[in-house]
């Protein structure tokens, strides 16, 4: 049986589900998903996680009308204004996984200040995928690689050792939520071994309790990782 996980990723799902069903802009799912967020990065600490990595804006998602686009990079903006304090307070630790290049330069300043503010807490680590996707990310790796040295003999450690955090351990466990069967981009070279967790339950709905569901299923669950178990 597996201990506790030391890493987690999630993908947030069903924000818009939440609103529509309320007859609601698709915005006010957004904001209560980020009250959820606050309340499941506090759960997560108390389960004693290491990184809890939270899927907020993917590569795909810049598809979306400018309005929703824009209210959700602002919420990101509050919460990393809001939060710092908590973290300071938590000794936790605030990363970002994604293409930087890519944000509006008072976000990616914005995460670059909470980053540099927090870098040598020693609690829990809170990844925000941002502007990620699994593929930019592998395609990204490669150029630093090429950037490097031309001639490189391009193995798995190399493309590991380029991608954005690589000090970070693989997710042991990726939950998503609000009932979709797939990865939507989501740490493609590193979960390739995660343990999945699919609940049909919306983010904003989202409690403590479906956490730690989430986590009690991983830790009854039996690990092969390809070799045959004993
Ligand atoms: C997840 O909720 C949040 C983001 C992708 C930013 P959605 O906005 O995708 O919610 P649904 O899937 O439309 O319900
Ligand atoms: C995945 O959700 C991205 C995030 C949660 C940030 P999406 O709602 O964008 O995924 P699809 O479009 O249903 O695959
Ligand atoms: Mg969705």
Redesign the pocket.
Known sequence: MNEVPAHVGII??????WAEARGRP?TD??LE?LKTARKIVGAAVRSGLQYLTLY???TE?WKRTRTEVNF?LGLVKRYLIAELEYYRKDHLRLRHAGDKAGLPAEIAAEIQNVCDETKDHAGMQVILALNYGGRDEIVRSLRRIIAEDKTAMVDENLIHAHLDNPDIPDPDLIIRT?GEFRTSNFLLWEGAYAEYYISSTL?PDWTEEHFNKAIASYSGRQRKFGAVST
Request: proline share 0%.
């Open positions: 947030m799902d069903g924000n818009g589900r698709r799912g957004h998903g907020v804006f993917s998602n959700i609000a983010w």
